[in-house]
């Protein structure tokens, strides 16, 4: 029984040494441009879905989902989720999903986060849709908006940016 054991033992070792081997032998599938520019189209078609609602009114913490009034972090939640992409509720929330980027790499599609208050409390999220721009909400009176980021509230009081796509 103890040999018997010992070639059970030594069949299985061999075998998982082979499909190992064999696994390493494998030439990687490389998907980089096609991935870059899948990116690219997403943030375009997000970007493209946040713009249709443009004018719409501002409203702190509006119910997810609906289209009548958003806050800034229901409205990327909303557009986000159009395209397919699931996002938490709040800015704060939202601000630890995907890979940290810093503020000069950002790339249309990333999220931009900001403490607007300066009371180290991340509480304003906004789409960067590239050339220096934001797509976001933030002021009853002004509603979704796109703004210069540059030398704004946004950049000045800048705490995190986020690349989920």
């Known amino acids: 029984m103890k040999a018997t054991f010992s070639k059970k033992l030594l069949a299985l070792a061999l075998g998982v040494s082979l499909a190992f081997t ?17 990116t690219t189209a997403l943030a375009n078609k997000i970007e493209a879905t946040g713009k249709k609602y443009l004018g719409v009114p501002y409203k702190f ?8 009034a958003f806050d800034c972090s229901s ?7 159009k395209n397919g992409i699931s996002l938490p509720r709040s800015s704060q929330q939202q601000s630890k999903v995907g890979v940290r980027v810093s503020k000069s790499a950002l790339k249309p ?11 180290g409390v991340i509480n304003h999220v906004s789409l960067y849709i590239g050339d220096g721009k934001l797509l976001h909400t933030y ?6 908006t796109v703004s210069t980021f540059k030398g704004s509230t946004w950049d000045n009081r800048f705490v995190t940016a986020r690349r989920v796509l």
């Open 22 to 38: 064999g696994a390493l032998t494998l030439t990687p599938h490389t998907t980089h441009a096609a991935s870059s520019s899948s």
């Open 61 to 68: 913490g509006a119910k997810s989902g609906i289209t009548s």
């Open 75 to 81: 409205f990327i939640q909303y557009i986000f989720k």
């Open 109 to 119: 599609g990333d999220l931009v986060f900001s403490d607007t208050n300066g009371d």
């Open 139 to 144: 002021r009853v009176g002004i509603g979704v």
